[in-house]
Structure formats: structure tokens, C-alpha cells
């Protein structure tokens, strides 16, 4: 985790001005995964929160985003530049190790899946 501590900053500071990530793909996620008004949404490894502000803000005030992230670098960045907002909560967690009571329409995952070890569960 150390390593996504020291990186978070250089990351933001690339992706988060020009508002699009790598490849374009913070835009294309988004619309592809169709996030409506409204709607509930999780991040899981949302980094400085890039593509959870995108998806907050195709919620709306009726919607609810959560963005989770093993990183508490990343997890500061993302609430400061992201500012307090009553729809928009992040979460310093492992993504593989936690229980979630809360239901969501749609979880979103941006470049981060392959890193989970994905343990087989005995």
C-alpha cells in the first residue's frame, strides 16, 4: 500500500485537471455502466475519486456514491477535492476484506481489478 500512497498526488495531479483518466476512460466508464439519476452507486478503488465525481454527478441530489479505496493518501485527496457534498461518501477499505450493508445499483471498478488477489473463499 505504500507504494499508492507515494503515487496518489502524481496521479491526481496528471488525470484529475484534464477530468478524464487514462485513455479517456473515466468518461467512457461512465457511460458505458449508464448511471442514471438517482441511482446508487459504489467505487470500489476510486484512487484521488476522479470517476466518482463524474459518476456524482450524473446521480444527482436524489442519488447516493460511495468511493472506497485502500490508499488513505488517495482517500484524503478525493474528499478534499471533492468537498463535502450530503450524496458523496469515501471509505478507507480493502476492497477484498470488507462487508458492505448497503445495496447498490451499479459498483464501479476503473483499472483495479487486476490487482485483487481474489482469495478462494474455503
Not at 502524481?10 to 466508464?29: C, D, E, I, M, V
Not at 447498490?104 to 485483487?116: G, R, S
Amino acid at each position: 500500500m505504500k507504494i499508492w500512497n507515494e503515487i496518489a498526488p502524481r496521479y491526481h495531479k496528471r488525470w484529475a485537471s484534464a477530468n478524464q483518466g487514462p485513455f479517456q476512460s473515466t468518461s467512457k466508464l461512465v457511460e458505458l455502466v449508464n448511471v442514471n439519476n438517482g441511482d446508487s452507486v459504489l467505487d470500489l478503488a476510486c484512487g484521488t475519486g476522479v470517476v466518482t465525481k463524474k459518476i456524482r454527478d450524473k446521480v444527482g441530489a436524489k442519488g447516493y456514491v460511495v468511493g472506497a479505496d485502500a490508499s488513505i493518501t488517495a482517500i484524503k485527496i478525493a474528499k478534499k477535492w471533492n468537498g463535502v457534498k450530503s450524496n458523496l461518501n469515501f471509505i478507507n477499505i480493502d476492497a477484498e476484506k470488507f462487508n458492505f450493508y448497503h445495496e447498490f445499483d451499479i459498483i464501479t471498478c476503473q483499472y483495479a481489478l487486476f490487482f485483487f488477489l481474489m482469495h478462494k473463499k474455503h
